[in-house]
């Protein structure tokens, strides 16, 4: 008989968790055993959404009394550490939501504590499931394209709360203590994350961030990251201020050519004989890896690492870029890699 995964749910104010919480729910190895959230209308909803009635506002005393397996982080960025830690500590997984935390000491912290205990730490990026990112990853890491001199992503949309994001959410978004800055964590974040994984950490970064049309936030709605590499540069811009949709945009360049993943997720290639580009057949996504659900407990049981962007020193690797980018903006020059780690 197959094992059963008990999990719980550490936090509901992080929107990305409906979503997640779903691919546990319907995984036939999974029962859900408890939510630990301040707020009693999100518990509420956790369980008409999932039948979760195990309800909690302390997590360690959730993690205590139920004893899950593996544990939802889906608190704001900078109580993430926390989380993991006690998790860890306790021989429990943990997915967390992207970017990881708020601070690159924040990542350390649940790196350190997981590599300590054994744990399986899983950063979730929503991208990780899509098809055309996925094949485009792979054939960028295969040298399809040759040597990737240059790699850009760009992330958008009008805001969190115009496009309909909880309350829950958005106050934390635009809390640069809670999210780590505004904008710049939140989407140049999957850039970064892609930066990493392609081309590893850079020399320097250097951001340019600030409030260009929300006057009624306190953190950056937009910002740019240009990452220096020895061989190559890499991009990432966030936007809170886009109007219409065009929410996210890959381009890879390698010297024998480029893959591009428009907002439309069709993946295009070019070459020198197809400069226009042309539209590849994409896999679909195996079974077994097609939802944060299937992947980690699919790894679990083959003991195998957890790989790709959803690796937790690739996201941690993300982090410093992002730090980096946070202090360049605000001090207006290049910062040079490493910064400060507690690793």
């Excluded at 953190?219 to 065009?246: C, F, M």
Aim: net charge negative.
């Amino acid at each position: 008989m197959a094992k059963k995964y008990r999990v719980a749910v550490a936090g509901l104010v992080h929107d990305h968790i409906w979503s997640v919480l779903k691919s546990f729910a319907e995984h036939p190895q999974v029962d859900l055993v408890g939510a630990a959230d301040p707020n009693p209308p999100l518990l509420d909803q956790v369980k008409r959404q999932a039948g979760i009635d195990e309800h909690f506002h302390d997590v360690t005393e959730m993690l205590d009394k139920v004893k899950p397996d593996i544990v939802l982080v889906y608190t704001d960025n900078a109580s993430g550490a926390d989380v993991v830690e006690a998790a860890a500590e306790r021989g429990i997984h943990a997915v967390v939501e992207k970017p990881m935390a708020a601070t690159l000491e924040q990542a350390d912290r649940m790196l350190m504590a997981a590599e300590k205990h054994g744990t399986y730490l899983m950063i979730n990026w929503p991208i990780a499931w899509n098809a055309s990112y996925r094949h485009a990853f792979k054939l960028a890491k295969e040298g399809d394209v040759g040597h990737i001199w240059h790699v850009r992503h760009h992330s958008s949309h009008e805001g969190p709360r115009e496009i309909g994001c909880s309350q829950y959410f958005w106050e934390w978004l635009y809390d640069k203590r809670r999210n780590g800055a505004g904008a710049l964590i939140d989407y140049c974040s999957y850039g970064a994350v892609i930066n990493s994984y392609l081309l590893g950490r850079p020399n320097a970064v250097t951001g340019v961030a600030g409030r260009f049309v929300k006057t009624d936030i306190a953190v950056d709605d937009n910002a740019v990251l240009i990452l220096k590499y020895p061989h190559a540069v890499g991009l990432t811009e966030g936007s809170w201020t886009q109007v219409g949709y065009v929410p996210y945009g890959l381009l890879i360049n390698g010297i024998e050519g480029a893959l591009v993943v428009g907002h439309d997720k069709r993946l295009l290639r070019t070459d020198r004989k197809n400069i226009h580009g042309v539209e590849l057949d994409v896999p679909p996504v195996p079974d077994g890896e097609r939802n944060p659900a299937e992947y980690l407990i699919g790894r679990i049981e083959k003991g195998q690492p957890v790989e790709g962007i959803l690796n937790a020193r690739v996201s941690r690797d993300a982090q410093e870029i992002l730090e980096a980018g946070v202090i360049s903006a605000e001090t207006g020059t290049a910062v040079t890699l490493p910064v400060f780690s507690r690793r």
